[in-house]
């Protein structure tokens, strides 16, 4: 593959990956490399071949890794690249299109539920997270599934299928958007597990959103109002006793 169809600019503005810079820079190509499919170097001198690159498989698809360098913080990121040749087969100079990115370094953090949330359910999530971040999204929907599944058992559903269980919890008069959510995750769970079916890094982090919400309405803010009553509860107390105790002195 020659210099000039790698999928890339050399300079480009983008979201710094790391935390504490995480703001819009520009992001300078370092190094490009074909990852697969496969090159081999060969060297076939008594041909009169000074040497080269020989692709072991067809060059209509490949993924290529980069090395780039932001100007803000001064570190390296590196991402991983699906290209692809656009156009028709027969024509020459077919453009080359960015199928997907993904950044390996530095590794993004896995997405996290609140500390009210019951240990198994963020336990659940946050490995579904994981899978998600290292771009195994058939992985990674089984996963949230299984976060759901946790959630409707801890929420008392009996059934034994997911399905039923998401029904109970309808019937016992949770709302409706905590339901959609739930529901829409079982589904993608159902079609990655026994269909294969590959949903895309937008969809896939809705969904987890979906759940993440869902775990909110559940557990973080009720658990909110119980420390703000509880709260009330002692300031009304404390006021109380306040205007009472004077009363007590001047009755002594």
């Avoid at 597990?193 to 803010?221: M, N």
Wanted: aromatic fraction near 6%; hydrophobic fraction near 35%; include cysteine.
């Amino acid at each position: 593959m020659a210099e000039h169809e790698f999928a890339v600019i050399r300079q480009r503005r983008a979201v710094c990956p790391y935390p504490d810079c995480g703001i819009g820079s520009a992001m300078d190509l370092v190094e490009e490399w074909v990852i697969s499919p496969e090159f081999r170097s060969f060297n076939w001198e008594e041909d009169n071949f000074t040497g080269g690159y020989l692709n072991t498989h067809g060059l209509d698809s490949w993924q290529q890794g980069e090395s780039w360098f932001c100007q803000l913080c001064g570190r390296s990121v590196l991402e991983l690249a699906s290209c692809k040749r656009g156009g028709m087969p027969d024509h020459v100079n077919r453009p080359t299109v960015e199928v997907s990115r993904q950044v390996l370094w530095p590794a993004p953090p896995p997405r996290v539920l609140g500390v009210e949330v019951p240990e198994k359910i963020r336990s659940l999530y946050e490995e579904a997270s994981r899978t998600e971040n290292v771009g195994a999204p058939r992985l990674a929907g089984v996963g949230y599934r299984a976060t759901v599944e946790e959630i409707c058992k801890d929420q008392g559903a009996t059934h034994h299928t997911l399905h039923g269980k998401i029904q109970e919890l309808a019937v016992k008069g949770l709302p409706s958007e905590v339901i959609n959510a739930l529901d829409e995750t079982r589904i993608v769970g159902n079609d990655s597990a026994h269909h294969g079916l590959e949903y895309t890094p937008e969809e896939l982090a809705d969904i987890a959103e979906l759940v993440a919400e869902a775990t909110v309405i559940l557990y973080v803010q009720p658990a909110q109002r119980r420390r703000l009553a509880e709260s009330r509860k002692l300031r009304h107390e404390a006021a109380k006793n306040a205007l009472q105790a004077p009363t007590a002195q001047s009755g002594a």
